[in-house]
């Protein structure tokens, strides 16, 4: 079993910066961030394995950095130029072996 514990989330004006950060409680292959709007599907935001190797998707490329620190099983989602469509709950996404685990979801809000 997996614990994730994700922190960061909040109000912000468009164009600012946010930083997210999750927790794992034991090492991980894989994590990444997901987000999620009312109505819509869960959609990748970006993923990171333990050897660096980063996915992002296309259409936050240059305003998303994900990074991770392994020795703390944590994982960054580094936020700039926000826009209100990036309005979401943000997930933590971890990957262990075959299986995948959940944190509960921070809220980001971006105001215009």
């Known amino acids: 079993q997996v614990q994730l514990v994700e922190s960061g989330g909040g109000l912000v004006q468009a164009g600012g910066s946010l930083r997210l950060s999750c927790a794992a409680s034991r090492s991980i292959s894989r994590m990444g961030w997901y987000r999620q709007v009312p109505g819509k599907q869960r959609e990748l935001v970006a993923t990171?394995?333990?050897?660096?190797?980063?996915t992002y998707a296309d259409s936050l490329k240059g305003r998303f950095t994900i990074s991770r620190d392994n020795a703390k099983n944590t994982v960054y989602l580094q936020m700039s130029s926000l826009k209100t469509e990036d309005t979401a709950v943000y997930y933590c996404?971890?990957?262990?072996?075959?299986?995948?685990?959940w944190g509960p979801g921070t809220q980001v809000t971006v105001s215009s």
């Open positions: 996404h971890a990957q262990r072996f075959a299986l995948g685990y």
């Open positions: 990171i394995t333990s050897d660096g190797t980063i």
